[in-house]
Each structure stands twice: as structure tokens, then as C-alpha cells.
């Protein structure tokens, strides 16, 4: 996500908060900008792309050498990542500047009641509001600390917001609502952060921000209160990491710590897709309902890990809305003359959105006059740019190559187009589909339940360390999990991993199975009887011929435990949405492996995170 940073104190604040910034750069971001108050006013910068651009106006145009300044990396999700819409956004009589992560759920509404009153929005994004609405509170507010407090108990949604006051110069107001935010304490001045990597070079004393909160810094302390002005304290705590290891938050590796954002990412992407009346409501959906209703078809490409999260699209839009579907691989669409009409939806999914054969296979749909949606994760890219909608996927920026997060939101963007599509096409009832929205709401909770049984997992990575081929099996929604299993294994460990249709086994791949040889089993939920039966009949062929069982069970299910070398339950959920869960301890299986092994984790040899060429 975005990266954050605030300052009051004796130093020049442009050095501490473009510093700071500058170490928050492995978070990924496509603008920047900073604001600084003095003697009563705003004074503020702001470019697209990367910091440099940002250096390079305050070179040309210096900003005045004041103590007290905030300043924001955006990973643009609300409006396109431009001048306009970088941050920090400042109020209608420049009295608030504001910067903020995460999503305002209700900006449209709060947007609304703004223009109403006569206040003009200088940018398309949802952050706007909150300065807006900040300054208006300032009319009868005694500080800015109290008008937050106010502001926030309007807001819904996940947020961080950090706001200076003009005619306070020495004091900034944040406030935290499940999204990540961290104070920085010193002597004679204190400091605020995404991380800690926004300090860590000044001060290794923080304090911990709970659910709910506004703090409050200046030169002379920090004050905590909730959304309700009742007072409330942090969790003070000693940073011992390194600068390298505080931008990963205390994790060896990038990957690793992009593992266990997933709770967080999963929720995000979940965040504004129901409206007030209960419909679903997608980011961009340029296509209209009629559009939708005359779809006969669908087509999803994609690469890679985005290739098993479309194999998982097709039964949930198949199950849901009684669509025929189509998974192909990007590189060999347009190669050979897919039937495309008018009335077929191409869903191209790509983590970056640049990458080269998903983008010139949409090119390819768009030539047959071909409907296309993107499922994505960065704003502005050129395959949501090309296409006729997009499903923006909030997970964030990901620095390791071998995707994880990126995964995981893919598969909650697609089980949104599945809902919405039945929801438009009538094939599923709105209680039908809130059940399943609010399934979908309590993933979050069930994939942190499995990132709290990492040492399991680890422990059995460290009984594995010598192995050098391991299989992965799964059936129905399972399959693509094997599959991106497998992918982990191949990606980080460089050994031989094989991802199969449980059924399709006895047609040749047992063949590999030797004695000793690790196999992976994803077991479908116990309510898919005869699913789950002829599962349960793989793995005892497999462990007949001396394969070494690591099975991923439902929680309850004692009918696995008798052909299981090693269980890994995970918690009851509908077979559709089991993926969200099951491929958890795969991704720290591959993970920790590798590390044991001495890989680099999240600079794997050979690959890149975007392939940008055919």
C-alpha cells in the first residue's frame, strides 16, 4: 500500500519526510508529494511517477524551510495516478492538507453533500473528501485533533489519515482504521509512518496505534483518543531490525511478509463492493447490464499463477451463472483463431496489467469486437487502460516475484465477477448471492487461522530440505491449487514439482510415485460427498505405492486422518471458496523451503516479476 509520513520537531521537516519517503519506496507507488505548513499556509508539491520527479520540482520551485510537514507515496486506486490525484490533497481554503491509504466506502455519498454545498472537488479521488470535510469541521472544532475525531465517525471503510492544520503549525492529527500506521517516538520531536521504515533512521522507539484511533504528535508527546474522544493509550515497543529488515517489517524476505498481508489484501478487495441498497457494485464497469445479459461466453487469459486463479473463475461463474467458460493460456490465444463474436467476454487477469501476452491477446478480442474486463492490481496500467471495464484488485504493491498476495486477490476479484454476474443475469438470488458476499467477508479471519500455523508448515519444510520432486494433487476447486503449488515449488526451490487432477493419476503421472516421494493432497470439503470420496481413493493409491502423504483437510475431517503422513487442516468453508484458504500452506511451504536451501526468495534466478515481452 501507500507510504506515509509525518513530522513536527527542530529539523527541517522536507529532509525528514522526503527521506522517509524515499525508504518507503520498496512499497511501489506511482506519485508523491509533500506539504509543509507556514506561518499560517499550505505549501505543497506533487508529481506523478517516481520521487525524483518530486526532487526535481522542489530543486527548481524550494519550498520553505519549516518543522512540520506530512507526505505520501500513492499507489492510486481511487482516480488515475496523475498530478491531479497524487496526494497530499488540500482543503477548499487551503487550511487542511491530508494524505491517506486505504478506501472511504461512502466518498460518494460524503462527495455528494459537498458539492451540494458549493465546495469544488479538485481531484477524482476519495481522499478529497476528507480534507473538505476536516476543514468544514474546523469551523466550530477547537483543534484539528477534535475535527478528526468528528470526521472519522462519518467514515467508513479501511483508512489511515494524516492532516496538518495551517493555523496549528505544530501539531499532526492521524487517525487508524485497519489499515497500517505507526508513530515514531523522539526528544523534541515524534514522528508517524506506514512502517517504520519512515523513521528508523531517527528513533528505533515506537508506539503501536490499536483499531479505531486518533493520535495526535507534537514536539512535546504523543496523544492517543478513539473515534469517540475518549482517551486511549498505544503499545510502546523497541525496534532491533535494521533499516533492510524494517522495510519488510521485521521479515527476511519481501515474500514472506507479502504472505501474511493476505488477511489484510483479501479484505481490501473486498472493501465498497456492496452498495447501500445490498447490490454488488464493481470499480470500473464500463459495460452496461444489457451488455452483460447478452454474454453467451466467456473467456479468461492469463499467465501463470493468474492462469490457476481463471481455472478457479470458471467453475464458480459456471456454478453461479450457468455461462459456458474458457481458460487459456495468454501466449497461445490469438495464435490459434479463437472463435470470438460480439457477445463473448474476454477477461484478461494480470497482476501488473502490462503483461505482453495477455495485453496482445486483448488486443486480438477487441479486433473481433469482443467485450473485454480486466481483473487487476495496478491502477492505470495499460491492459485496464485497453479495456471495457476492470476489477481493481487492492492487494497493494508486491516486491517478490513469485506471487502470492497477487493470487489471493485475484481469486476474490473473480468470485466478484462470478456474483455480479449472477446478480445481473438473474441466475442466482440477492439472498443467494449476500450469503456468499458474506463468506467471502469472513475469508480474512480463516486466512490469518491458517498464517497462524506457519510453524507447522515450517517444520514440515525442514523434514523436506533433501527432497528433490514433489507432487500436488487436488479435484474440482483443488486442481488449480495443486497447480500453483507446484508453481511455488518450481519458482523458489528449483526442483521438480508437478501439479495433477486427482482422477487423472491412474492415466499415467502415478508412474512417478517411488517410495518416500512427498504428494501434496488438497481434499475438497466433507459436504462434496462423492468429491471428496474419490479424493480419498487418490491418495490411498498413491501411499499404496510408498508416496509420503501431506494432505490439507477441512478441520473435523477424521475420515483423512487414517492416510495422512502429515495433516494441515484448514477451516470449513464452501469448495468454491476452499482455494482462498488451502493455498496458504503451499505459499509458506515454498517459502521456508527455499530458504532452507539457500535461494534467493524474492529475486528467484531466471525470472521477472512483469514479463513485458512475447
Keep these: 500500500m501507500c507510504g506515509i509520513v509525518g513530522y513536527v520537531g527542530g529539523r527541517p521537516a522536507q529532509g525528514v519526510v522526503i527521506e522517509g519517503l524515499r525508504r518507503l519506496e520498496y512499497r511501489g507507488y506511482d506519485s508523491a508529494g509533500i506539504a509543509l505548513v507556514d506561518g499560517g499556509t499550505i505549501v505543497s508539491d506533487k508529481r506523478a511517477g517516481k520521487l525524483a520527479n518530486l526532487?526535481?520540482?522542489?530543486?527548481?520551485?524550494?519550498?520553505?524551510?519549516?518543522?512540520?510537514?506530512?507526505?505520501?507515496?500513492?499507489?492510486?486506486?481511487?482516480?488515475?495516478?496523475?498530478?491531479?490525484?497524487?496526494?497530499?490533497?488540500?482543503?477548499?481554503?487551503?487550511?487542511?492538507?491530508?494524505?491517506?491509504?486505504?478506501?472511504?466506502?461512502?466518498?460518494?455519498?460524503?462527495?455528494?453533500?459537498?458539492?451540494?454545498?458549493?465546495?469544488?472537488?479538485?481531484?477524482?479521488?476519495?481522499?478529497?473528501?476528507?480534507?473538505?470535510?476536516?476543514?468544514?469541521?474546523?469551523?466550530?472544532a477547537p483543534d484539528l485533533t477534535v475535527a478528526m475525531q468528528r470526521v472519522c465517525q462519518r467514515l467508513e471503510g479501511a483508512f489511515t489519515l494524516v492532516a496538518v492544520d495551517a493555523l496549528d503549525p505544530d501539531r499532526v492529527v492521524a487517525a487508524r482504521r485497519n489499515s497500517p500506521l505507526v508513530v515514531g517516538l523522539g526528544e523534541g520531536e515524534n514522528f508517524l509512518g506506514s512502517d517504520v521504515a519512515a523513521f528508523i533512521e531517527h528513533t528505533r522507539e515506537a508506539l503501536e496505534l490499536g483499531q479505531d484511533q486518533v493520535v495526535t504528535i507534537t514536539r512535546e508527546g504523543v496523544q492517543v483518543s478513539g473515534f469517540d474522544g475518549s482517551p486511549?493509550?498505544?503499545?510502546?515497543?523497541h525496534v532491533d531490525w535494521d533499516l533492510s529488515a524494517a522495510e519488510k517489517d521485521g521479515h527476511d524476505w519481501f515474500m514472506r511478509k507479502e504472505i501474511f498481508e493476505q488477511p489484510r489484501a483479501v479484505a481490501d478487495s473486498l472493501l465498497g463492493r456492496r452498495g447501500a441498497d445490498g447490490q454488488l457494485q464493481l470499480d470500473e464497469m464500463r459495460l452496461s447490464d444489457q451488455d452483460l445479459r447478452d454474454i453467451d461466453k466467456i473467456i479468461i487469459i492469463a499467465a501463470g499463477t493468474s492462469f490457476y486463479a481463471g481455472m478457479v473463475a470458471k467453475y464458480a461463474i459456471e456454478h453461479w451463472c450457468r455461462i459456458p467458460v474458457e481458460v487459456e493460456l495468454a501466449s497461445e490465444f490469438r495464435y490459434r483463431d479463437p472463435i470470438l463474436t460480439t457477445d463473448t467476454l474476454v477477461v484478461a487477469i494480470s497482476q501488473s496489467g502490462e503483461t505482453a501476452d495477455t495485453l496482445q491477446a486483448i488486443r486480438h478480442?477487441?479486433?473481433?469486437?469482443?467485450?473485454?474486463?480486466?481483473?487487476?492490481?495496478?491502477?492505470?496500467?495499460?491492459?485496464?487502460?485497453?479495456?471495457?471495464?476492470?476489477?481493481?484488485?487492492?492487494?497493494?504493491?508486491?516486491?517478490?516475484?513469485?506471487?502470492?498476495?497477487?493470487?489471493?486477490?485475484?481469486?476474490v476479484a473473480c468470485y466478484l465477477l462470478a456474483l455480479y454476474l449472477a446478480q445481473i443475469k438473474g441466475t442466482r438470488f440477492g439472498d443467494e448471492i449476500s450469503q456468499v458476499m458474506d463468506q467471502l467477508d469472513d475469508m480474512p479471519g480463516h486466512v490469518q487461522t491458517m498464517l497462524d500455523k506457519a510453524e507447522e508448515v515450517y517444520a514440515l519444510a525442514r523434514d523436506h530440505v533433501?527432497?528433490?520432486?514433489?507432487?500436488?494433487?487436488?479435484?474440482?476447486?483443488?486442481?488449480?491449487?495443486?497447480?500453483?503449488?507446484?508453481?511455488?515449488?518450481?519458482?523458489?526451490?528449483?526442483i521438480h514439482a508437478e501439479g495433477f487432477a486427482a482422477g487423472e493419476l491412474k492415466h499415467g503421472p502415478i508412474a512417478l510415485v517411488e517410495e518416500g516421494l512427498p504428494v501434496f493432497c488438497v481434499v475438497p470439503p466433507q459436504g462434496r460427498d462423492q468429491l471428496h470420496d474419490k479424493m480419498v481413493s487418490g491418495i490411498q493409491e498413491v501411499r499404496a505405492r510408498g508416496a509420503r502423504t501431506l494432505c490439507i483437510a477441512e478441520e473435523g475431517d477424521a475420515s483423512i486422518e487414517p492416510y495422512a503422513d502429515a495433516l494441515i487442516t484448514v477451516p470449513s468453508v464452501p469448495v468454491l471458496l476452499q482455494p482462498l484458504v488451502a493455498v496458504l500452506p503451499l505459499q509458506l511451504f515454498a517459502c521456508e523451503l527455499a530458504t532452507l536451501m539457500g535461494h534467493d526468495v524474492d529475486q528467484p534466478r531466471n525470472l521477472a516479476k512483469s514479463v513485458t515481452v512475447e
Design 55 to 140: 526532487e526535481k520540482a522542489i530543486g527548481e520551485s524550494p519550498l520553505p524551510q519549516v518543522t512540520t510537514g506530512i507526505g505520501h507515496t500513492r499507489w492510486a486506486t481511487h482516480g488515475a495516478p496523475t498530478d491531479r490525484n497524487a496526494h497530499p490533497h488540500v482543503s477548499q481554503h487551503r487550511r487542511v492538507a491530508v494524505v491517506h491509504n486505504g478506501i472511504l466506502e461512502n466518498f460518494a455519498l460524503l462527495r455528494a453533500e459537498l458539492e451540494h454545498a458549493g465546495v469544488e472537488m479538485a481531484s477524482e479521488t476519495d481522499t478529497e473528501v476528507a480534507a473538505h470535510l476536516l476543514e468544514r469541521e474546523l469551523e466550530t
Design 232 to 237: 486511549a493509550q498505544g503499545r510502546q515497543y
Design 365 to 411: 478480442a477487441r479486433v473481433q469486437r469482443s467485450k473485454v474486463l480486466a481483473i487487476c492490481n495496478t491502477n492505470g496500467s495499460t491492459i485496464p487502460r485497453e479495456s471495457d471495464g476492470v476489477i481493481y484488485t487492492h492487494a497493494g504493491p508486491e516486491i517478490g516475484v513469485a506471487s502470492t498476495k497477487g493470487f489471493l486477490t485475484q481469486l
Design 466 to 494: 533433501e527432497t528433490r520432486s514433489v507432487l500436488f494433487l487436488g479435484r474440482h476447486a483443488g486442481y488449480p491449487v495443486a497447480l500453483e503449488g507446484a508453481l511455488k515449488l518450481k519458482e523458489l526451490a528449483y
